[in-house]
T-cell receptor, first 116, second 109 residues
């Protein structure tokens, strides 16, 4: 069992739908991350939240909208996605941002998203 | 790019054998991490090695770091079928990790 919980595990949606991915951690971590991972590829960073504030947006299209309601929760709101957005979306957390000390990140098992 | 490059891309061995995976990176680092990802699961942190360390052990894992060659290796000794997974090295940027392309390890019983 992972300490970072992501829901739903699977999501199929049409290009006109609006849906949200959720991520929750109760380790007291103050940094949270969204990654996108295509099959047989490494995770690619999308967003970083530090102390509930968005600190990094890796030029992600606006059809992906992150939200951090509190220090334990991270959402990713999806709207008007494209078929190429089909991927595994991973959430991670760490005590603080990675920085120079290299805090290990704790990952959830992801949401497998399919866009029809 | 800071991205690491793992070598080999895929490795197939028998249970009980050792598995060695290599990672090369391009810029100076303060530390390097290794992660494992089982099929359909999230990544699990395995070990961190700092730039002033040359070797580190954790159970059946041995990691080396050669900063002059900008390379690291991960050795899994006495492999088990449960070690079947993808393994990624990760280097540290300003506040983020950048993952290498990964090595897919298959351990057959």
């Amino acid at each position: 069992d992972t300490e970072v919980t992501q829901t739903p595990k699977h999501l199929v949606m049409g290009m006109t739908n609006k849906k949200s991915l959720k991520c929750e951690q109760h380790m007291g971590h103050r940094a949270m991350y969204w990654y996108k991972q295509k099959a047989k590829k490494p995770p690619e960073l999308m967003f970083v939240y530090s102390y509930e504030k968005l600190s990094i947006n890796e030029s992600v299209p606006s059809r992906f909208s992150p939200e951090c309601p509190n220090s334990s929760l991270l959402n990713l709101h999806l709207h008007a996605l494209q078929p190429e957005d089909s991927a595994l979306y991973l959430c991670a957390s760490s005590q603080a941002t990675v920085g120079r000390t290299g805090q290990p990140q704790h990952f959830g098992d992801g949401t497998r998203l399919s866009i029809l | 790019s800071q991205q690491g490059e793992e070598d080999p891309q895929a490795l197939s061995i028998q249970e009980g054998e050792n598995a060695t995976m290599n990672c090369s990176y391009k810029t100076s680092i303060n530390n390097l991490q290794w992660y494992r990802q089982n099929s359909g699961r999230g990544l699990v942190h395995l070990i961190l090695i700092r730039s002033n360390e040359r070797e580190k052990h954790s159970g059946r894992l041995r990691v080396t770091l050669d900063t002059s060659k900008k390379s690291s290796s991960l050795l899994i000794t006495a492999s088990r079928a449960a070690d079947t997974a993808s393994y990624f090295c990760a280097t540290i940027g300003y506040s983020t990790l950048t993952f290498g392309k990964g090595t897919m390890l298959l351990v057959s019983p």
